[in-house]
């Protein structure tokens, strides 16, 4: 028997899979949300990379954030459609 023969024999084994820690299988509670995400759902879509640039460009020239841009559109389509604004940022 040469001197790795210990060594094949144990790779030569399949090693049982790793259980995950218990703090792995935990969600991480409600509170480590940012507290403006607390009880809001996300909303989102795809559009063109140019639309992307654009509506962030808009939002720096008006110091405001994308979000509130979102919002302040989805509230004038809300209006246009008859609907009560929501008003959310």
């Known amino acids: 028997m040469g001197r790795f023969a ?4 144990e790779k030569s084994q399949p ?4 259980k995950p820690a218990s703090s792995d299988l935990q969600t991480p509670p409600a509170s480590a949300k940012a507290p403006a995400r ?3 759902k996300a909303v989102s ?3 063109s990379p140019e639309m992307s640039r654009g509506l962030h460009l808009l939002a720096l020239e008006q110091g405001s954030s994308l979000q509130a841009l979102m919002g302040e559109a989805f509230d004038d389509l809300m209006r246009k459609y008859g609907k009560h604004p929501f008003g959310e940022r």
């Open 6 to 9: 210990a060594i094949k024999s």
């Open 15 to 18: 090693s049982p899979p790793a």
């Open 38 to 40: 607390i009880g809001k």
């Open 45 to 47: 879509g795809y559009f």
